[in-house]
């Protein structure tokens, strides 16, 4: 079965940096777009970054553009997102998302806080 998990949250203050990981398993995951979502307390879940099979191709959501780089590694089966510049509004729990079949499949979450 398809199996995403976050590691890499924590509590950060404003400015610094922090790096997300996903494992993924049950899947071919050379073979699919991978993406990060977030959500903030009272909030709808958001859209954060993309990157394509291979990596060739990335998007990011206005919000978050210059300042995190989604990546790959389809060796470790892991796709990364390294966060710089943090702001208290990057304050959420972040999903690694997968599409398969036409099913959307999340891990867990892990949590960012961005605070002084």
């Known amino acids: 079965q398809v199996q995403l998990v976050e590691s890499g949250g924590g509590l950060v203050q404003p400015g610094k940096s922090l790096r997300l990981s996903c494992a993924a398993s049950g899947f071919t995951f050379r073979s699919k777009s991978m993406n990060w979502y977030r959500q903030a307390p009272g909030k709808e879940r958001e859209f954060v970054a993309t990157i394509t099979p291979a990596g060739g191709s990335t998007n990011y959501a206005d919000s978050v553009k210059g300042r995190f780089t989604i990546s790959r590694d389809n060796a470790k089966n892991t796709v990364y997102l390294q966060m710089n510049s943090l702001k208290p509004e990057d304050t959420a729990v972040y999903y690694c998302?997968?599409?398969?079949?036409?099913?959307?499949?999340w891990g867990q979450g892990t949590q960012v806080t961005v605070s002084s």
């Open positions: 998302n997968v599409l398969r079949w036409s099913e959307n499949y």
